[in-house]
């Protein structure tokens, strides 16, 4: 029997993955990219910001923001994996960049009760995104 051979019907979990990860490297706006940012250990990144920075100035409140960086990163990534432009628009972390921007003013000028009109930029957003043409590349 010739070992280069695949058989037809190979139902093995690895080759099921090696599929499904060839599929998802071809798809999308920005398909390097986007394996690229998901292949980086972003996570990692932060964690050791954030206990060096932390340990350095021993200031561990305002730190534990730049935890909220994880998401919008990964959100980024999913995003460059959008087959049209709309999508991609629909699919960013503006909600969490939105919080995370809340939360940085808030505390740095206390002005608690009137950053909270930043909330009103998501559905402004997403109202504006909707009359983008829907099948534009």
Same mark, same amino acid.
């Given at each position: ?5 695949? $058989?037809?019907?190979?139902? !093995?979990? /690895? ?18 990219? #986007?394996? #690229?940012? &998901?292949?980086?250990? @972003? ?15 021993? &200031? ?9 960086? *994880?998401?919008?990163?990964?959100? +980024?990534?999913?995003?460059? /994996?959008?087959?049209? /432009? /709309? #999508? @991609?628009?629909?699919?960013? $972390? +503006? ?10 003013? !808030?505390?740095?000028?206390? #002005?608690?009760?009137?950053?909270? *009109?930043?909330?009103? *930029? ?8 909707? @009359? !983008? ?5």
């Amino acid at each position: 029997m010739d070992t280069n051979q695949t $058989p037809r019907n190979d139902n !093995s979990v /690895k080759s099921k993955i090696k599929n499904v990860a060839v599929k998802v490297g071809e798809y999308g706006l920005y398909p390097k990219t #986007a394996a #690229a940012m &998901i292949k980086f250990p @972003f996570f990692l990144i932060v964690v050791i910001l954030y206990c060096g920075l932390s340990y350095a100035l021993d &200031i561990w409140h305002p730190f534990w923001i730049i935890f909220l960086t *994880i998401p919008i990163y990964y959100r +980024i990534a999913t995003a460059c /994996k959008a087959k049209t /432009k /709309k #999508a @991609f628009l629909n699919l960013l $972390p +503006i909600p969490e960049c939105v919080v995370t921007l809340y939360l940085i003013l !808030s505390f740095a000028t206390g #002005a608690w009760k009137i950053t909270w *009109i930043l909330f009103l *930029i998501i559905p402004t957003y997403y109202w504006i995104v909707s @009359f !983008s043409k829907p099948n534009q590349e």
